[in-house]
């Protein structure tokens, strides 16, 4: 029976040692390192190195969505625009001169005639030579047809020898009486009498 004791004892010595070895190197090496394969380096595999190659195959993912990478050598420059030139104001149009015809506008309207009587009654209490009535009835059936209240729409002419303008008439230009009394010195003072006025007349359409 001691023998038996005797040859087991150097086996019991070995199989503790390797235990010791095996414990040894499992403290020293991270776990995992034993069943993983690493793939080859230029330098030495060492801990370290196995750490930092897991590191740096590490990918990030989140689920559902992707993560686009950051681009950092890229930038945009807003460039502010000039600011448009303000309009000069252009100048205040010049005041225009009023026009005979808007002078005339602003003058009071003198009341139309509304009374009765024949060309003799009127050219007879307007003074008039009755040796002259003939010059007179050609000159007034030519401007107005003896109508008192005629009137120039262009020119503002009234009355029955149309009067320019009318406010020249004392009293009131559509009055044939006041009418032909302004119309007889008219006559006398431009062409020297009614029979000069008919000439002029008769040349010029006008008088």
Not at 110 to 120: A, F, L, M
Request: one cysteine or more; glycine letters at 10%.
């Amino acid at each position: 029976m001691k023998k038996k004791t005797q040859t087991h004892r150097p086996v019991s010595a070995v199989l503790a040692g390797l235990a010791v070895v095996g414990i040894s190197a499992a403290m020293m090496a991270p776990s995992g390192v034993a069943v993983a394969d690493p793939e080859p380096t230029d330098g030495p595999v060492t801990a370290f190195s196995l750490a930092a190659a897991d590191t740096q195959s590490i990918t990030v993912s989140v689920e559902g969505a992707d993560i686009a990478p950051v681009a950092r050598n890229g930038f945009e420059v807003y460039v502010k625009p000039k600011p448009k030139p303000k309009p000069k104001p252009k100048p205040a149009p010049a005041p225009v001169a009023k026009t005979a015809s808007a002078q005339k506008s602003s003058a009071p309207a003198q009341p139309r005639y509304t009374g009765g009587g024949s060309k003799e009654q009127w050219m007879a209490a307007a003074g008039i030579a009755s040796g002259d009535w003939a010059y007179v009835d050609y000159i007034v059936s030519k401007e107005s047809g003896w109508n008192p209240n005629a009137t120039n729409q262009s020119s503002g002419a009234c009355g029955l020898v149309q009067a320019l303008p009318c406010s020249k008439v004392p009293g009131n230009g559509y009055d044939p009486v006041d009418n032909l009394r302004w119309g007889n010195g008219y006559a006398v003072g431009r062409y020297g009498s009614w029979a000069g006025a008919y000439d002029f007349w008769t040349r010029n359409h006008w008088w």
